[in-house]
């Protein structure tokens, strides 16, 4: 399927900084929006339904599943997440840069459907700073810090299906990698557009 716009899928392990990296693309870079996923799991203390997700119960889930209102969706740490049609389609047919903050099984799916997505894995420097950004974040009960946790090595095996992987150890110097990778994927789409259209007419390039 071919779109007008780049569409970034990010993954990580719970904890590795994807949302915190995400958010300060977004906020340097107007022309990146985010998708809002479904899920089933009940929000955290400073989340607001509409903004990091829309949390729904697990029969409304169910009911998306049956209407094939999803692009893609899966189990994650005992819940459902997944990517709405909705939530990407207009602005991607506005010609605007999509980032989806999703797991390696939705990241899969993607590629399937959109071959030029661009897949991006992050990685901590370390088991131990995984688990001290888990505790020092605060949001989750120690049960689910180690279903997270035991989850996080079967993720990591996937970082090698992926375009890239940034290890995020100083924050700024991954932000930095984010930001190149959305760079240079915007110059290899200027390039295949040229490629494959009367695009220097357009510019009034001769
Ligand atoms: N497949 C899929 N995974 C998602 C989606 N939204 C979030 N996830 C993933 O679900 C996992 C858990 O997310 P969350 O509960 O917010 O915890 P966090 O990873 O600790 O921030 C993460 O790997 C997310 O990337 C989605 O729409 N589809
Ligand atoms: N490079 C970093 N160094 C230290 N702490 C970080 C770094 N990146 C993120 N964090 C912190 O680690 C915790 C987990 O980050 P978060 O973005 O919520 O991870 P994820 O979305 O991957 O679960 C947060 O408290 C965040 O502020």
Known sequence: MQYPGNL????APSGAGKSSLVKALM???QRVSPSISHTTRAPRGQEVHGRE????SRETFDQMVAQDAFLEWAHV???RYGTSKHAIEQ????GADVVLEIDFQGAIQVKRIFPNAVLIFILPPSWEELRSRLERRAEDSA???EVRLKNAAQEMAHA????????NELFERALFDLKAIVHAQRL???AQRIARSDTFQALNIS
């Open 27 to 29: 906020e340097l870079d």
């Open 188 to 190: 290899r789409f200027t």
């Open 53 to 56: 997700y829309y949390f729904v």
């Open 160 to 167: 090698k299906e992926f375009d890239f992987v940034i290890i």
């Open 77 to 79: 740490h005992g819940n």
């Open 91 to 94: 602005r991607m047919a506005q």
């Open 8 to 11: 970034f899928v990010v993954a």
């Open 143 to 145: 049960d689910v810090i």
